[in-house]
């Protein structure tokens, strides 16, 4: 991040070895402040993730179905106004 700074907290070649290290983990430069690459880093992000989930392993997290609306009226006491 801050691609747009001049003196660097981290090098550029030394986040892409690290990323490298981590199995590849995409590297993008980016700057909030300039509007650069932050579109596409989320995007890769997002992509990825999805990448690992399974539609199996998404549904076991909720088993049964949520229902939003109840068929059954149930009858109501007092007055109905």
Request: net charge negative; aromatic share 6%.
């Amino acid at each position: 991040n801050k691609i747009d700074l001049e003196n660097r907290a981290v090098s550029a070649r030394r986040a892409q070895g690290w990323c490298h290290s981590k199995g590849d983990i995409p590297y993008f430069e980016t700057s909030a402040k300039e509007a650069i690459n932050v579109e596409q880093a989320f995007q890769a992000v997002a992509k990825n993730a999805m990448a690992q989930e399974t539609d199996v392993e998404l549904c076991s997290d909720f088993p049964d179905p949520i229902k939003l609306k109840d068929d059954q009226t149930k009858p109501k006491e007092g007055c109905a106004c």
